[in-house]
């Protein structure tokens, strides 16, 4: 957190409104992600947090407010777009292709950002050109050995994994991660976190979490959601020692 | 290392299309010597058909669109066809592009709006659009309404007449059904297959990876839609004939079950699937005027007990065969 005015956030978000019907979802969330840094986003269910996240992807379109990335407004631009200028994210309900293989999964985001993404000649199982790129994201996730079993079939955990090697496949500068310790075990969040912790400083990502203990040696930044806006942003320590945040949201077990 | 195994559902597909393709290029050689004439101008009827079928399958199967109105594309190449051939320009020249050209358009200008729905109203919306082009059919009162038109004949090649000859024109059915069945079994294990089936499983995932699902869809659409119109092309000219009843709802009914029964998104299936949806059909008609009775429940019976059609049965044997092996 070291002189944050001089670098440039590579994803801003300022004044973000949205409401279904009379209810204020997102309630004018400003926040900023910068280069190569973790930004967790906590609080507590149903503060608002998936619907921000939808918003920044694109899968929802904001009442008001502007979201930018690397300096250029994207608040309007299609879900697809957002991902080939660099945006990826990961879902907080598993989102795979279940019935192609792990390998066919990440090969299929590599194939996104390839020269020709939809050629209609050339089979597609033995590309190397795809395979092999997916095949090295699937190690750097810890899949390599599993790269031939059908997507459907994974596990819990191992899924996770997967929807991360698909986000790191477009070779994204933002990464959205919505909840991806959801339903894991101690051990294999344990794992995931020490993965998050390798690629910090080669993307930027945004990360909601429940798993405090996660977020805490995670997050170079952690802004609390509640009831739709930001209550604090700050450094984890400051956060967590917010007595604003301790009453609204983090249990005093959390400590 | 071998390449791991992609498509869950794909298994090769080599052997069945060699079959089909075999049995289908040597039956005017049996009809001919065994004096069954007949068998020709029956086999490309069911051929004509199996083009359709497949045509539906690649949307239907591979990309998970359920196109009630598929008929609405054969109807629009039969009376494209049709009315050329009665203003004396049905040189295949000019009809068959002029077929292909109709049938394309209206895929992509009724894709436009019913891709945007999905599940019943995608349903209702391309059933709602057959019904046009069938209501249109029947309003063409100078080409003949609602009893259809028949034709002065067939396209002419160049100024030919090599397609009033059965034989001739059987062979030009089989090549565009094998040709059709080569181009998209290669299209659907292509960059653009993984796509479409990658949208037809997880459409918001594709989005998110960003890949224009709606332009993938609608382009495999416009395929599909052309790919029938192929199909009426040829189906007016076998039965010189053109009739609203080409585009009816209930012709995409059966063609819908022709898929089903054939195991949704094989492709050479859906071939299989037409041929024996019709000779069903015809083996049923002959024995008794009520073979509808018969026919419904066989139907029934026969998809509820072949998980997957007749793919799913050959995949089996074949797993027996290798000794319960999979793959």
């Known amino acids: ?255 | 290392m071998s390449s791991p195994l992609i498509f869950s559902t794909k298994r090769s597909s080599f052997w069945p299309v060699v079959v089909l393709c075999l049995g289908l290029a040597l039956v005017p050689v049996v009809a001919v010597l065994t004096k069954q004439g007949h068998w020709v101008s029956l086999t490309t009827q069911m051929m004509i058909l199996a083009l359709a079928a497949l045509s539906l399958d690649l949307i239907l199967g591979i990309g998970g669109l359920l196109s009630f109105g598929h008929a609405a594309f054969i109807g629009l190449g039969a009376y494209t066809t049709g009315i050329l051939i009665q203003e004396g320009k049905g040189d295949l020249l000019i009809a068959l592009p002029m077929s292909l050209v109709v049938s394309g358009l209206f895929a992509f200008v009724t894709g436009i709006v019913a891709l945007r729905t999905r599940g019943v109203v995608f349903i209702m919306i391309t059933l709602a659009f057959g019904q046009m082009a069938y209501f249109a059919a029947q309003a063409l009162y100078a080409y003949g309404g609602d009893d259809g038109l028949t034709l002065d004949g067939r396209s002419t090649v160049f100024g030919l007449k090599l397609l009033s000859n059965k034989i001739v024109f059987y062979y030009l059915t089989f090549a565009c059904l094998a040709g059709c069945l080569l181009l998209l079994q290669r299209l659907s294990r292509a960059r653009f297959g993984r796509v479409l089936l990658g949208a037809r499983d997880n459409a918001v995932r594709m989005e998110t990876l960003g890949y224009d699902v709606f332009r993938v869809r609608l382009m495999a659409y416009v395929l599909s839609g052309m790919i029938a119109g192929l199909a009426g092309f040829l189906l007016a000219n076998h039965t010189e004939f053109v009739s609203p009843a080409y585009a009816a709802w209930q012709r995409s009914g059966d063609l819908i079950f022709m898929v089903i029964i054939g195991g949704v998104g094989s492709l050479w299936g859906a071939v299989g699937g037409a041929l024996t949806y019709l000779l069903l059909e015809e083996g049923l008609s002959g024995l008794t005027e009520h073979w509808k009775v018969i026919f419904g429940p066989l139907i029934i019976l026969f998809v509820l007990l072949t998980h997957g059609g007749i793919e799913g049965v050959v995949a089996r044997l074949r797993d027996v065969m290798a000794g319960g092996r999979h793959d």
């Open chain 1, 1 to 255: 957190m070291t002189d944050t005015a001089a670098i440039r956030p590579v994803l801003q978000i300022d004044g973000l409104k949205k409401s279904f019907g009379a209810l204020n979802v997102t309630n004018g969330v400003s926040l900023s992600v910068n280069p190569g840094e973790i930004h967790a986003l906590i609080g507590p269910n149903g503060a608002g947090k998936t619907t921000l996240i939808h918003q920044i992807a694109g899968l929802l379109r904001p009442d008001a407010g502007h979201i930018l990335f690397n300096g250029h407004d994207i608040t309007t631009t299609s879900m697809p777009q957002r991902a080939r200028l660099g945006l990826a994210r990961t879902f907080q309900i598993t989102s795979i292709v279940p019935s192609l293989t792990a390998l066919g999964n990440v090969a299929l985001a590599v194939q996104a950002g390839a020269d020709k993404p939809l050629g209609f000649w050339t089979p597609v199982d033995a590309d190397d050109s795809l395979n092999s790129p997916a095949q090295a994201l699937l190690e750097t996730v810890g899949l390599g050995a599993r790269a031939g079993v059908i997507a459907g079939q994974l596990s819990h955990g191992e899924k996770r994994a997967l929807e991360i090697a698909m986000a790191l496949a477009l070779k994204p500068r933002v990464i959205l991660l919505d909840e991806p310790m959801a339903g894991m075990g101690h051990e294999e969040s344990a794992r995931l976190t020490d993965l998050l912790k390798s690629l910090k400083g080669t993307y930027a990502m945004l990360l909601v979490e429940h798993d405090m203990e996660a977020v805490f040696s995670l997050a170079d930044c952690v802004s609390v959601l509640v009831d739709g806006h930001v209550l604090a942003t700050g450094s984890a320590d400051m956060v967590r020692n917010d007595p604003q945040v301790r009453a609204a949201y983090l249990g005093d077990e959390a400590f």
